[in-house]
């Protein structure tokens, strides 16, 4: 709904994790329900394929420059939302944009941040029972983030694996994000 409208409309660029593409936010994850979540928060989402923006933020900066050319975008409401490998390209992001991102959430997947470092708010979403990215590696990082300074949160899915956090998360990381404007 967002698409119709020339009020300007937060941008969630959504990254998906190894093995997958650009469709898994929009048909995998949660049976696709990222599109009724832009709907009611009015989010332009874009989901390019992961590989292509892990580590090159010039390729981020396309995307944004790209979807602004046809879209009303609120350049104060960028977002960044990544599974597993996508979640540490997202944390990568939050490191090379922190001007241009205004929060960050990274499901099953991390990267580290440097002590003393500018970055956005950043949510790592952990699965109690994951075992490719374990809750306490995360947990850890976060600590070690938060203990340096940095605006980084952590909340363990108590139950949840992998994979299936994104789903039954994916609200709950949506509503975060949309919390946070950058000034």
């Known amino acids: 709904s967002a698409a119709d409208s020339t009020t300007p409309h937060p941008?969630?660029?959504?990254?998906?994790?190894?093995?997958?593409?650009?469709?898994m936010f929009f048909e995998g994850y949660g049976a696709g329900c990222l599109k009724q979540l832009a709907d009611r928060h009015g989010l332009i989402v874009v989901?390019?394929?992961?590989?292509?923006?892990?580590?090159?933020?010039?390729?981020?900066?396309?995307?944004?420059e790209a979807i602004g050319m046809n879209y009303s975008i609120?350049?104060?409401?960028?977002?960044?939302?990544?599974?597993?490998?996508?979640?540490?390209?997202?944390?990568?992001?939050?490191?090379?944009r922190p001007d241009t991102i205004?929060?960050?959430?990274?499901?099953?997947?991390?990267?580290?941040?440097?002590?003393?470092?500018?970055?956005?708010?950043?949510?790592?979403?952990?699965?109690?029972l994951d075992p490719l990215i374990p809750a306490s590696r995360i947990k850890d990082g976060a600590d070690a983030a938060a203990k340096s300074g940095l605006p980084v949160e952590y909340r363990e899915a108590k139950d949840y694996g992998h994979t299936l956090l994104v789903g039954a998360k994916l609200g709950e990381a949506v509503e975060w994000l949309v919390a946070h404007t950058r000034e």
């Open 102 to 128: 205004a929060a960050v959430c990274c499901m099953a997947g991390t990267g580290r941040f440097n002590a003393g470092a500018k970055i956005p708010p950043v949510l790592l979403l952990a699965g109690e």
């Open 11 to 23: 941008l969630l660029i959504a990254l998906h994790g190894a093995g997958g593409d650009e469709s």
């Open 74 to 96: 609120d350049p104060k409401r960028i977002y960044v939302l990544g599974h597993s490998m996508g979640g540490g390209a997202a944390a990568g992001l939050a490191m090379q």
């Open 47 to 64: 989901a390019p394929l992961t590989y292509m923006v892990m580590g090159n933020g010039a390729v981020f900066d396309g995307i944004v």
